[in-house]
């Protein structure tokens, strides 16, 4: 526990600030934005806490969690399939132009002008093709990126959730992702609250999994009855 200070709140509200222009801002990277999020979430969650009590903190890593999640890590290896299949259908028409741009300059000599610019105007329409194509699987409105986020919001939901109940129910004010931009020099393993999240998320999955095949249980029973 640690005492907080009205400057440390002032800086602490500055931090949210910087947060938020970066969310704002910012739509590279998925897991990012929910990181901003999260650690925004929890900030505004305590900060009415920080200025009257000690401080409760604790940190989960969410990159650990979310790669031990296991409707995560299956979908994500067919995605990941998916997405080798398009980077090779791209790399196959590079091969392709690459090969038609040398057989033009094999033949310019042959060729008169009308027709190299004929040439060079069908090459240009094939890296058009080509840069579309890109757009479309690995662009920022692209299938990668749609279905990455399709395969993370639910998760995301799920943790966020999970972490606030552990917060109420531990008496936390601060949860903090030491996997974010927020730089952690130094940490105690105790604070780390990641196992028990992950825990939580897996006993659900359990559960839910059982009643899932109870249910199909009950369908072939009826089925042949």
């Known amino acids: ?61 969410f990159n650990k969690i979310i790669e031990g999640v296991g409707d995560y890590k299956e979908a994500n290896i067919n995605l990941e399939t998916k997405a080798k299949k398009w980077n090779n259908e791209i790399e196959i028409k590079k091969m392709e132009l690459e090969s038609m741009e040398n057989q033009l300059n094999s033949e310019k000599m042959l060729l008169t002008s009308e027709l190299i610019n004929d040439r060079q105007d069908e090459l240009q329409i094939y890296r058009d093709e080509i840069l579309t194509l890109q757009n479309k699987y690995f662009g920022i409105d692209g299938e990668y990126i749609n279905q990455k986020s399709k395969l993370i919001k639910p998760i995301q939901d799920r943790i966020l959730s999970i972490v606030r109940e552990i917060a109420i129910e531990k008496k936390f004010d601060f949860v903090f992702d030491r996997s974010s931009d927020l730089i952690m020099l130094y940490s105690q393993k105790n604070y780390d609250i990641s196992e028990l999240v992950l825990r939580k998320i897996n006993n659900q999955e359990k559960i839910r999994n059982r009643k899932e095949e109870i249910e199909r249980r009950k369908q072939r029973i009826n089925k042949k009855s």
């Open 1 to 61: 526990r640690m005492g907080l200070t009205t400057q440390t709140l002032i800086t602490g509200i500055r931090m949210v600030g910087k947060l938020t222009l970066q969310l704002v801002s910012s739509s590279k990277s998925i897991i990012m934005n929910f990181k901003l999020i999260f650690t925004l979430f929890f900030f505004v969650f305590s900060t009415p806490c920080f200025a009257q009590k000690g401080t409760r903190i604790a940190y989960i890593d």
